[in-house]
């Protein structure tokens, strides 16, 4: 049986941006569902690292989600789908790990989920050492290659009771892709009480 350590947000972003930072161009997956509210915490851990001196970015998943005529093709609810066919994960990889670490630069955006149009994002020249913090639903499993993964484990009664009822259609979604991507996060955190997250040891 795993064990868990409570600790404060604040010091297991602290610790995330400790092991992340003073190590060259690096990304960082925070791998959690939207109900998990990934994206402030990553802020949190890019925080941390300009605290100590680093340079450090987030990047959302969802600013890289495919266009709804895409992701809406069949069906406007369609669990398969949401897995497979709403996040451009290969751009994702293209366009900020491997520019980062190959030339030093990263495209902060690639599309506007409300608008529905290009995000006409520039790319960005990244500083000395930046660190991109990555945050959104099913990082796991997708072949990213962070050098640091994270995920904010929920579970599923913590999940429905935090997402919207209009995307509950994502849950199964969800619980199907942690069942079987066979990845493991380096740090594994129980975030049913995001103001009380404990970390597996």
């Known amino acids: 049986m795993p064990e868990f350590?409570?600790?404060?947000?604040?010091s297991l972003a602290a610790q995330v941006a400790e092991r992340?930072?003073?190590?060259g161009f690096a990304v960082v997956g925070i791998d959690g569902a939207d109900a998990a509210d990934p994206v402030t915490f990553a802020e949190a851990v890019a925080g941390h690292i300009r605290d100590r001196g680093g340079a450090a970015e987030v990047v959302s998943v969802h600013d890289f989600i495919r266009?709804?005529?895409?992701?809406?093709?069949?069906s406007r609810d369609d669990e398969f789908d949401y897995r497979t066919a709403w996040f451009d994960y290969a751009a994702l990889e293209r366009e900020v790990l491997q520019a980062l670490r190959q030339r030093g630069e990263w495209?902060?955006?690639?599309?506007?989920?409300?608008?529905?149009?290009?995000?006409r994002a520039r790319i960005r020249t990244a500083a000395p050492g930046t660190v991109l913090v990555v945050a959104g639903p099913m990082l796991l499993g997708r072949g990213l290659d962070f050098d640091l993964t994270v995920e904010l484990r929920m579970s599923e009664a913590a999940l429905r009771r935090k997402t919207d009822p209009a995307d509950a259609f994502t849950l199964t979604a969800l619980r199907t892709h942690r069942?079987?991507?066979?990845?493991q996060a380096d740090l594994v955190v129980a975030w049913d009480h995001p103001r009380r997250p404990a970390l597996r040891r």
């Open 5 to 10: 350590t409570p600790l404060t947000p604040d």
């Open 20 to 23: 992340a930072d003073g190590h």
């Open 67 to 74: 266009p709804a005529s895409l992701r809406f093709e069949y």
């Open 107 to 119: 495209l902060p955006a690639l599309w506007n989920e409300r608008t529905d149009r290009s995000a």
């Open 179 to 183: 069942d079987n991507h066979g990845e």
